[in-house]
């Protein structure tokens, strides 16, 4: 396992500089609009042999340092723990894991994930020895009020296909799905475009037998139904994907002080 601190050298992946972080909400969310048209929502994935696993812990401590926020609403305290965890595919056996740390700058506002988490998710991805043919993300990607949630930013940024895969719903509307594992129904949200159209934003996936589903959606560069079906790929047994499930207790285990 590898745990970078901020004065850790990145490793060979790079990340395309497209955005600030230190920005206001409302720049964030003009940031969000822009760089969607840079996202993809059909296959375009090489052969996959590896995949990988991405999670945030927050550690908000108010002992620590203080950060001023951009947008001059004060500081914000603690840190964010960012956890990558890469698998052969399809055999999904651990290659590698990585963590980074970073002084949390941005505050908790619904729809702005990215700008929170994905700046520690950089550093942990840039630390890896392997590269990554495809990233799950906790999180949602197409399924978000401007069409363009952590799972696309991410993807978007890294160049690489991603899909998004979150334990509850941002937005949306949908009927459950049938109580056997593997089903599914669509999650459905208006149109951004226009009112009293509706489209599939996503897919409310079954991964075990009566346990609540979960919610997939594209990140970049895979379509839904490609996305479902690597999502039941990757899942084995748990109600959580393999790779998000474990980057979760690998984040937590070091937000901890374990090293594991």
Known sequence: MTVLSPRTSFGNMKALTLN???????????????????????????P?????????????????????????GGKIYGRAIAGVVIYS????????????????????????????????LLRAFEGLRHDTDL??????????????????HLGVLLDRP??????????GTHSEPSLKASSWTPLFDRLTSGQGSRETIGAVLRTRDAVKPIYVSIGHRVSLERAIELVRAVSDGYRIPRPTREADHFVEAVKRGERR
């Not at 991603?162 to 937005?171: N, Q, T």
Request: hydrophobic share 40%.
């Open 135 to 152: 990233i799950f993300c906790d999180g949602h990607g197409y399924a978000h009020p401007r069409r363009f949630g952590i799972a696309c």
């Open 20 to 46: 600030p972080w230190e920005v206001t909400p409302a720049e964030a969310r003009q940031i969000q609009l822009e760089l969607r048209e840079r996202r993809e929502t059909r296959d375009r994935l090489r």
């Open 89 to 120: 595919f399809p055999e999904m056996s651990e290659v590698e894991r990585v963590a980074a740390e970073l002084p949390l700058t941005f505050p908790y506002i619904p729809g702005l994930l990215s700008f929170r988490e994905i700046p520690v």
């Open 48 to 72: 996959l042999h590896f995949v990988a696993g991405a999670d945030v812990a927050l550690d908000l401590n108010p002992r620590a340092h203080g950060r001023k926020l951009a947008h001059g």
């Open 162 to 171: 991603s899909v998004g895969v979150a334990k509850s719903r941002l937005i």
